[in-house]
């Protein structure tokens, strides 16, 4: 189908635009003579600050702040994020939220959730093999890519991926907030002094920063070096079972206004590590949700 052709819109500047052929392509599978509608760079660039930058307006007072998106964290926005008026920012240091929740052990693609917690997955409608004791999801982006995208498209929640959480906000030995910077600033302050971050107060921080990478426990330890907590007592060899049921039962507010999910509790609390299964990080991060929903309540 030929394309109408319009006179092609030039901008103040003395841009040319495309008109409105856009419309003409009926089928837009027809790759031929396919068209976009036409915009100016400008018009994206403020698109994107705009919103960004309400955000980080809105945002400024939380109820709650997720330090971390993995598992825990992201199972514990699921559940927070069921009561509208909270409003829930969660702040991950890397550009792709999910931890260690894209793959199993060892790189491997599924992800073992022993029972109940696959009473969890049922609830996000997530598919797996079901054996006797556990469940098998076929492969652990399933989980992440479902929770996310289910979590993401709540109007009370906002992610903000490629930040880090540097430090705590403490008043009268509460946990009043957190502070912020892009990750790249906080990765490279032995490079270029000076670069001061952000600050995002909450009623609640709720920290699931877990046992691994750069900043791995990195709530609780700042929890010891400023003295709120006596020590961390530091993870523990792998013991499936115990580690599993631990995780659970250590998941609560730690410190005033501070709540602890997920991996960060067998730092805190010498717990074991359980190795490639997941059910405690879901159901820990549900714990976490009320522990914070408790807090809120105080
Ligand atoms: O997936 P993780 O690391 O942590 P959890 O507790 O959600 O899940 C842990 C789980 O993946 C395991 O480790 C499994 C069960 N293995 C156990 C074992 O024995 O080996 O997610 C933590 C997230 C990550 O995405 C980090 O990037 C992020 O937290 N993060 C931070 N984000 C912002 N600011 C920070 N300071 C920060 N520190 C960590």
Known sequence: ???TTTTATVTSAGHRLGGDEYKSVRNYRDFDNYKFAPIRESQVSREMVTRYMNDMLHYAESDVVIVGCGSAGLSCAWELSKDASLKIAIIEQSVSPG???????QLFSAMVVRKPADKFLDELEIPYD???NYVVVKHAALFTSTILSKLLMRPNVKLFNATAVEDLIVKNGKVAGVVTNWTLVTLNHNTQSCMDPNVMEAKVVVSGTGHDGPMGASGVKRLESIGLIKENKGMLSLDMNAAE????????????????????LAELDGAPRMG?????????????AYAARASLKR
């Open 276 to 288: 490639p299964t997941f059910g405690a990080m879901l159901i820990s991060g549900q714990k976490a």
């Open 245 to 264: 049921d631990d995780i659970v039962k250590y998941t609560r507010e730690v410190v005033p206004g501070m709540v602890v999910t997920g991996m960060e």
């Open 130 to 132: 079901e054996k006797e």
């Open 1 to 3: 189908m030929s394309a």
């Open 99 to 105: 931890g260690g929740c894209w793959l199993g052990g």
